[in-house]
Nanobody
Framework: QVQLVESGGGLVQPGGSLRLSCAAS????????MAWFRQAPGKEREFVAT????????YYAVSVKGRFTISRDNAENMVTLQMNSLKPEDTAIYYC??????????????????WGRGTQVTVSS
């Protein structure tokens, strides 16, 4: 099991930017596929982005493609989510998630066994 702690959330105006970080500990970070999910009140948790163990394979939800960038630094045991051109509909709690590496791409919350507690992102004027 790997422990995950998100940080970097906050209040930002529409069109603004925010950078989220996820610090991992407790296991070999480089052996895990990492992902970001988000959940707004009254809605299901939805996929945002995922990155493979070496960072070579990256996938984004259509809703964030071109605006968000996921990256990882295995030496620092950290994954980040750079969010640009933020919209009110991006408002949600953002969660970092991890699962052991597999050759398929996973985009469902049920596919991930390790989760952070989340960080709130609010986009409002």
């Amino acid at each position: 099991q790997v422990q995950l702690v998100e940080s970097g959330g906050g209040l930002v105006q529409p069109g603004g930017s925010l950078r989220l970080s996820c610090a991992a500990s407790g296991d070999s970070f480089s052996s895990y596929t990492m992902a970001w999910f988000r959940q707004a009140p009254g809605k299901e948790r939805e996929f945002v982005a995922t990155i493979s163990r070496s960072g070579g394979s990256i996938y984004y939800a259509v809703s964030v493609k071109g605006r968000f960038t996921i990256s990882r630094d295995n030496a620092e045991n950290m994954v980040t989510l750079q969010m640009n051109s933020l919209k009110p509909e991006d408002t949600a709690i953002y969660y970092c998630a991890a699962r052991p590496f597999a050759y398929t791409i996973y985009m469902s919350p049920s596919d991930f066994g390790s989760w952070g507690r989340g960080t709130q992102v609010t986009v409002s004027s």
